[in-house]
């Protein structure tokens, strides 16, 4: 498989066919990622992508799943869209599901019935990173578009039939706005109602906009008790009519895997043995992105 630079995909997709559709992010201005700092922003050639789509086809028969990297395959025109999804139906007839991620103007960019089309030739789920439902958080970290504009495309996402899985990164807002970051993105999460959430917590990347102001003291990551007491804020605000609130990535200090409505109690109840220092939190040496 042609395979560019450093390939990203969610915990989730650890067992995908892998198809690099695009090389890294169409936005790549948020101020704490560094995921494609070896690669700009590139559609790949329809050759490379059908000789990829062959070459699962001849030795991936056991996977059934496929993701589209990199960062914002939805970016990608609809008609080439739809032209990868029919390969991958063609050559792959035993796939069951396609993912991407999607960020909100790429999914703003696509009609509802152009959405509605993607989700019939097999696109069945897509990640979106909310970060944060504070637009001053958002402003600060150079994401696109503010947090009403964000919701508004990821519940237009689930409303034709997408699975919506949404990621949130505790400590984004610093010390300074920990509390106004928690409490905005719950109400954002409650209105989006994704599927899915996963929460991260905040690791400084070297070479990224934020590592350089958090060297010259711009800003402050809270450390584990406070980045555990804005997770609390966090769920305790957070009303899904069914899905999972999952904070089980590498980089959280308590992993938790929360089903709500009903479990959000007994997550509440762990937080808070976490935070009365009851239950060991994972150390700095093993956590990781």
């Given at each position: 498989?042609d395979h560019?630079?450093?390939?990203?995909r969610?915990p989730?997709?650890?067992?995908?066919?892998?198809l690099?559709v695009?090389l890294?992010?169409?936005h790549?201005r948020?101020a704490?990622?560094?995921?494609y700092?070896?690669?700009?922003f590139?559609?790949k050639?329809r050759?490379?992508?059908l000789?990829?789509?062959l070459?699962?086809a001849?030795h991936?028969r056991?996977q059934?799943?496929?993701?589209?990297?990199?960062?914002?395959?939805?970016?990608?025109?609809?008609e080439r869209?739809?032209e990868?999804?029919?390969?991958?139906?063609?050559h792959?007839?035993?796939v069951?599901?396609?993912?991407?991620?999607a960020n909100a103007?790429s999914?703003?960019?696509k009609?509802d019935?152009?959405?509605?089309?993607?989700?019939?030739?097999?696109?069945g789920i897509v990640?979106?990173?909310?970060?944060?439902g504070?637009?001053t958080v958002?402003?600060e970290?150079g994401?696109?578009g503010?947090?009403?504009?964000?919701?508004e495309?990821g519940r237009?996402a689930?409303?034709v039939g997408?699975?919506?899985?949404?990621?949130?990164?505790?400590g984004?807002g610093g010390?300074?706005r920990?509390r106004e970051?928690a409490?905005?993105?719950?109400r954002?999460?409650?209105r989006?109602?994704?599927?899915?959430?996963?929460?991260?917590?905040?690791?400084?990347?070297?070479?990224t906009p934020?590592?350089?102001?958090?060297?010259r003291?711009?800003?402050?990551?809270p450390?584990?008790r406070?980045?555990?007491?804005?997770?609390r804020?966090m769920l305790?605000?957070?009303?899904?009519?069914r899905?999972?609130?999952l904070a089980?990535?590498?980089?959280?200090y308590?992993p938790l895997?929360?089903?709500?409505p009903?479990?959000k109690?007994a997550?509440l109840?762990?937080i808070?043995r976490?935070?009365?220092g009851?239950t060991?939190l994972k150390?700095e040496?093993v956590r990781?992105?």
């Open positions: 498989m560019k630079g450093t390939i990203i969610p989730s997709e650890a067992g995908s066919v892998l690099q695009t890294g992010c169409s790549g948020c704490f990622c560094g995921a700092q070896d690669k700009g590139a559609i050639p050759e490379t992508v000789a990829d789509i070459y699962a001849r991936h056991d059934r799943r496929v993701f589209l990297c990199d960062g914002d395959a939805m970016i990608l025109p609809r869209l739809a990868i999804l029919s390969l991958i139906r063609e792959m007839p035993w069951t599901r396609v993912g991407t991620y103007k999914l703003k960019r009609s019935a152009e959405l509605v089309e993607l989700r019939g030739l097999g696109l990640y979106m990173g909310l970060e944060s504070d637009d958002l402003s970290m994401k696109n503010d947090a009403r504009f964000i919701v495309q237009r689930k409303a997408f699975k919506l899985n949404v990621t949130v990164i505790n984004l010390v300074e920990s970051h409490e905005a993105t719950a954002a999460l409650t989006m109602d994704p599927d899915q959430v996963g929460a991260l917590s905040l690791m400084l990347v070297p070479g934020l590592f350089e102001r958090a060297r003291g711009e800003f402050e990551v450390d584990a406070g980045i555990l007491r804005e997770l804020g305790a605000g957070t009303e899904l009519t899905g999972l609130f089980n990535h590498a980089s959280n308590l895997k929360v089903r709500l009903a479990g109690q997550a109840d762990s808070d976490a935070l009365a009851m060991p150390s040496s990781r992105l």
